[in-house]
């Protein structure tokens, strides 16, 4: 067991896998990449064939680039392939401990899941939901959660989850964007004790938007709510008399299993389409692959299902693997610092898959945290969001791993479904800070502005070569933006990721981060230009330039320049106002951390805000080439303004 420390002592670079680990892991021989190289379509077809298809496919793929079909002919149904197909030898297994912020403990085995999944599957039918309408939940992390995104799935319902902490208009956009007839949310939940007023939100954002047409209204904090006759249920009612047995629809392979919505660099998100078949092979067999999942694993995911992580490693991946998953629904320093460590020993978790963001505040919270439980029980951990710095990863490897773990940073994003890049914990030597090699399958290389791979040690853009099964399918409604953002970079069959990376001398993957305007705060998402958009709707902004700063905790932190329209003051108070107005609107991550006054914005002649220029102010670097600015000299004015209000 390796000692525990807040300062790791030595730099070791490099990690082989453990020996009894790798011994027992589900793949322990590197020749999967061999085979699964020569052959992708029959490396998918094989994993494909360990889930239950009511049709199976005529061709493996399609590949008409940008577009992709996988398993066609294919007929399917996932969330059978979650929970049915289990209860032949798990109908008593727990699938889903869920502990709640309040410290309240519910479980649920496969059967008793299944049936709960059935019933709201009923009510949704009943409530004249049918195969293709999009159903919105808006839900913390509750149970209901799960079971609501489950009972979509039965009958064919795409669902399109938004994060609890989104704000009501943030939620109006996405129902408006989804032509969502119904919503499913609550009547509130709990954030450090404190409570959230769901539904109130949800009032004020749907007022509106006119779409909605029914809410089901879980009751989870037992707040103070008002129900609006003839559009408003609640979830106890209505599930009380609501039959306990539902076919699953048959899907075909290419139907829409959800969307997710996501920050892009233009003002309005983005609907990520998933289809069904490809989805449920590619989470099936990376769960599988990349936390080696055996019968008695615990394994606990600390995302939100309001993400995509949610999505494909809570809820799809895991539970087709037929695995015991732990959920919390709370902050991890409430009621104090330990919750993570006090929920591992007590459920016995055996995998944990979280995020840096957490990794680099438990850093700082210190090691004793951690030391007061025990968490020997844990076998393999893993890192997805953002790029772990070595540190991060050294810290988490020793303190939490207890030097015993292999660690998987795993990169991916909404778009592709699936992790694709990735350590096999029983066969990857792994480097602190790199997310190692793509997966069995895929090809993924850094590329120049040209298309040309670069050199080791030079950055470049991320690419993925080929096509996988869990690939976004589109835009929705965009197929425009889904060409221009993805497919347009280079030849239209390379799909450029948005991110920076180079590769070492040993064609390791290192991710630098975003070379969009996408600034990624606590591992979420959020698009420069969404978040001009709502600041430019208040009254008394002209202008807003929003960026990215590095920080050490969140990863980055959100610096907001504004010009004021003529007549309206600078003051704190309309800083404050400005802060909560961003709050409000996009949600509570959401608050930018300084809000820059200035007279003028670093722009080209033609008037566009120069956001390079922004981030490189806001980031202590050196700004580059400034000849095409109007006005250079803004340049040192804001400056000199970010660094005097940093040090305030
Ligand atoms: C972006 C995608 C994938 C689920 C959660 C985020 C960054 C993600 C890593 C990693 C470096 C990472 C990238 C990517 N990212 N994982 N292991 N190392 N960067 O999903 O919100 O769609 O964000 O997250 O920048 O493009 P997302």
Known sequence: MGERSDQPKKEVK??????DFAANATVND????????????????????????YREWDRVLKWEPPHSEWFIGGKINACYNCLDTNLEKRADKTALIWEAENGEIRKYTYKELLD??????????????????????YLPMIPEVIIAMLACARIGAPHSVVFAAFSGDSLATRIGNANSRVLVTCDGYSRRGKVVEQKNKVDDGIKSCGIIEKVIVVRHHGNDISMKEGRDVWWHEVMKDSDISCEPEIMDSEDMLFLMYTSGTTGKPKGIVHATGGYMVATYTTTKFVFDLNEDDIYW????????????????????????LVTYEGAPDYPDKDRYWDIIERHKVTILYTAPTAIRTFMKWGSSWPEMHDISTLRLIGSVGEPINPGAWLWYHENIGLGKCPVVDTWWQTETGMIMISPLPGVTTTKPGSATMPMPGIKAAVLDEKGNETAPGEDGY?????????????????????????WSKWDYKTY?????AKRDDDG????????????????????????ESIMVSHPSVAEAGVVGKEDELKGEVIYCYVTLRSG???????????????????????????????????????????????KSIANNKDPGDLTTLQDPDVVEVLKERTRTLESA
Do not use: Q
């Not at 450029?496 to 920076?500: H, P």
């Not at 930018?592 to 956001?611: E, V, Y």
């Open 496 to 500: 450029f990721a948005g991110d920076g």
């Open 301 to 324: 995911c600390t995302a939100d299902c309001g993400w995509i992580t949610g999505h494909s490693y809570i809820v799809y991946g895991p539970l087709a693997n037929g695995a015991t």
């Open 462 to 486: 991320l690419a993925i070569l080929n096509p996988w099964p869990s690939m976004v399918r589109t835009v929705f409604g965009n197929e425009e933006r889904f060409i221009e953002t993805y």
């Open 568 to 614: 309206t003051e600078e003051s704190d108070d309309l800083k404050r106002e400005l802060r909560s107005y961003a709050e409000k609107n996009i949600g509570p991550f959401a608050r930018p951390k300084l809000i820059i006054f200035s007279d003028d914005l670093p722009k080209t002649r033609s008037g566009k805000i120069m956001r390079r220029v922004l």
């Open 30 to 53: 590197p020749d999967i990449y061999r085979r699964a190289e020569e052959d992708p379509e029959g490396f998918w077809e094989e994993n494909a064939k360990e889930l239950k298809w």
């Open 14 to 19: 490099e990690f082989e896998p453990p020996e």
């Open 116 to 137: 709960e999944v059935c019933r709201f599957a009923n009510v949704l039918k009943d409530s004249g939901i049918k195969k293709g309408d999009i159903v919105t939940i």
């Open 508 to 531: 390791y993957f290192w991710i630098i981060g975003r070379v969009d305007d996408v600034i990624k705060v606590s591992g979420h998402r959020i698009g420069s230009a969404e978040f």
